[in-house]
């Protein structure tokens, strides 16, 4: 039995708690610089935290121009106003690019270079500014993970840093802040929490050697992230279809957001795997957003490992109600892909490749693009070379699971 688990120190979660935020900030710092985009900028509930937090005695400052994907220009711009206001603190508000932006803006206001400097993992040389993450969608679950995803300049796909220096001190989740995502980001932000933690249930799971966690931001499956995953699926699961069908009702926009955060503390430790590792060629290729993006290869990604995570994804089938308590792994497994697949087109995301505006020639560089992911690639419960990339990608594309179902036995046996 082994468990490990990277998390903030405090997370805060519930209708209205935005209003503890100042409370959390005067902790770590009197200038605190909220990072946000322009839209959130103008929203009636970033004047209110920006108000609570100026009626609490703190100077604040405002840096909006996070743009989608983290271009590097908007991070040095970032990066840059934190250094003239003199920030002592850093709040990321927003989607997970915000928080993202905030995770970047504080490493570098702290440890200075260049962004490239950090890239992969344990690059982070110590304690970056004190931040504070509060999310306004519930997806990508950044408010506890340690990672960062940018786009780099002089790369194809984005880049990720990866640090335990990154998890934000305090995460504060308020649901009521989720309400006026539209239909659209509700359903891509809430399949991409649902890809999180049925990647982090599934990842596969490592020897426990002692000095395992010191070696590996992602040290796979194990106790402490099987817990949060299962219940970000059940609260995902649960309610995902209802918070996009009617986005006003507050019970199922709270179970997502739960959900969402339950999914990062579990992937933030035990890592995610081939459907993030395919999702960055294809979103290169596609500006397509990365939450429809690892949703739409989700059900090829479990058949494709199926016989490798069978128990597993038996679970999961289990826990969404897809399969029935006395129906035997195969049969739970099964029903679990055919149900994920039906839900995720009950919220409209697209079912292949193609749809996407991938083309049959640019196959063979999203396989190649994808392997290169080896911090992705090295968590999937199935070995992955070329000839199972491209067989991966071959039936997304097509929208044909059977490709993969029939190459199981094969594969098992290879």
Not at 177 to 205: K, N, Q, W
Not at 212 to 239: P, Y
Not at 307 to 319: F, N, P, T, Y
Request: overall charge negative.
């Amino acid at each position: 039995m082994f468990g490990a688990l990277r998390s903030p120190r405090n997370i805060v979660f519930g209708n209205g708690q935005r209003a503890a935020l100042a409370g959390y900030v005067a902790a770590l710092g009197r200038k605190p610089l909220l990072v946000t985009d322009r839209r959130m900028a103008g929203e009636a509930a970033f004047a209110e935290v920006k108000a609570g937090l100026a009626a609490a005695g703190l100077e604040v400052a405002v840096f909006s121009g996070v743009e989608a994907e983290l271009p590097a220009d908007c991070l040095d711009a970032g990066v840059k106003a934190a250094a003239a206001f003199g920030a002592d603190v850093i709040v990321g508000i927003g989607g997970g690019s915000c928080i993202d932006a905030a995770k970047v803006i504080a490493l570098m206001s702290a440890h200075g270079g260049s962004i490239s400097d950090y890239y992969g993992e344990f690059k982070v040389p110590g304690p970056i500014l004190p931040l504070v993450a509060m999310p306004t969608t519930a997806g990508t679950g950044s408010e506890v993970t340690p990672v960062a995803v940018v786009a780099d300049p002089g790369r194809a796909v984005k880049v990720g840093i990866a640090s335990p220096y990154l998890i934000p001190d305090t995460a504060i989740c308020d649901p009521e802040l989720t309400v006026s995502c539209p239909p659209i980001l509700t359903a891509v932000s809430g399949a991409d929490a649902l890809v999180h933690a049925i990647e982090a249930y599934t990842t596969a799971r490592r020897a426990d050697r002692v000095g395992m966690t010191l070696e590996h931001v992602f040290v796979g499956k194990n106790e402490l992230t099987d817990s949060f995953a299962m219940a970000a699926i059940g609260n995902i699961g649960r309610s995902l279809a209802k918070a996009v069908a009617d986005g006003t009702d507050s019970v199922a926009r709270a179970d997502v957001m739960l959900g969402a955060m339950q999914a990062g503390m579990a992937f933030g430790t035990a890592g995610t795997s081939v459907c993030h590792a395919v999702q960055y060629p294809v979103g290169a290729l596609t500006h397509t957003a990365h939450g429809l993006g690892v949703a739409l290869m989700l059900p090829y990604a479990l058949a494709f490992n199926r016989d490798h995570a069978l128990e597993d994804i038996a679970s999961v089938g289990r826990l969404l109600g897809f399969a029935q308590a006395d129906e035997d792994n195969a049969q739970a497994a099964d029903a679990c892909i055919a149900g994920i697949k039906d839900l995720l087109a009950t919220i409209a995301v697209p079912k292949t490749l193609e749809e996407i505006g991938v083309k049959a020639d640019q196959l063979p560089w999203i396989a190649e693009q994808a392997l290169a992911a080896n911090r992705l690639i090295k968590n999937n419960p199935r070995p992955v070379d070329r000839t199972g990339m491209d067989l991966l990608i071959a039936a997304a594309f097509a929208g044909d699971l059977s490709m993969l179902t029939t190459n199981t036995k094969h594969a098992k046996a290879s």
